[in-house]
T-cell receptor, first 113, second 113 residues
Framework: DQQVKQNSPSLSVQEGRISILNCDYT??????FLWYKKYPAEGPTFLIS?????DKNEDGRFTVFLNKSAKHLSLHIVPSQPGDSAVYFC????????????FGTGTRLTVIP | NAGVTQTPKFRVLKTGQSMTLLCAQD?????MYWYRQDPGMGLRLIHY???????AKGEVPDGYNVSRLKKQNFLLGLESAAPSQTSVYFC????????????FGSGTRLTVV
């Protein structure tokens, strides 16, 4: 059963506009959330993270928002650039237990020049 | 360049054959992981290791074995390959419990026919 869900398999955005990628989770024990970015033929690379004690974390053009009551997080990219075109994975990890990241299925972002 | 190196990058196996995937990291990371990525699913943890000589089961360990004889290497073995093991395999490493410190390899695409 998928505990981290990304319901949009793909997203297309014009260059310079905002990209919003969404992620939902079911396990209330998740306490830390991450976004990874993946280019073809490469492994995922860490992008940005947020602790469950916060509701927003910003790093340059990337901002992650967390809504714990809705079990929802989102990644905003402003402004979007063609180099942002990649697959984005949402991941979550538990307060206790194995050091394991639970990944979503990914959203393929295409930024159109 | 420092990082995680996976060998081989591609492999085709016949059902019932065995093989070993090699993961090597030169960052002196304590933790190493094997994930698999399948269409429509996120990355799922197969096995992981918290240090030389230790291994533990992840979310989907059946049909795989692992060994961590040296700190820098983490081997994933398939004793009798099955078509269900057709997947892209990613190795990752990290310092301890640093959740944003996962460094992934570029993946091994395995096809079992």
């Amino acid at each position: 059963d998928q505990q981290v869900k990304q319901n949009s398999p793909s997203l297309s955005v014009q260059e310079g506009r905002i990209s919003i990628l969404n992620c939902d989770y079911t396990n209330s024990m998740f306490d830390y959330f991450l976004w990874y970015k993946k280019y073809p033929a490469e492994g995922p690379t860490f992008l940005i993270s947020i602790s469950s004690i916060k509701d927003k974390n910003e790093d340059g053009r990337f901002t992650v928002f967390l809504n714990k009551s809705a079990k929802h997080l989102s990644l905003h990219i402003v402004p979007s650039q063609p180099g942002d075109s990649a697959v984005y994975f949402c991941a979550a990890t538990l307060i206790t237990g194995a050091n394991n990241l639970f990944f979503g299925t990914g959203t393929r972002l295409t930024v159109i020049p | 360049n420092a990082g995680v190196t996976q060998t081989p990058k591609f492999r085709v196996l016949k059902t019932g054959q065995s093989m070993t995937l090699l993961c090597a990291q030169d960052m002196n990371h304590e933790y190493m992981y094997w994930y698999r990525q399948d269409p429509g699913m996120g990355l799922r943890l197969i096995h992981y290791s918290v240090g030389e000589g230790t291994t533990a089961k992840g979310e989907v360990p059946d049909g795989y074995n692992v060994s961590r004889l040296k700190k820098q290497n983490f081997l994933l073995g398939l004793e009798s390959a099955a078509p269900s093991q057709t997947s892209v395999y990613f190795c990752a490493s990290s310092y301890g419990w640093r959740r944003d410190g996962y460094t992934f390899g570029s993946g091994t695409r395995l096809t079992v026919v």
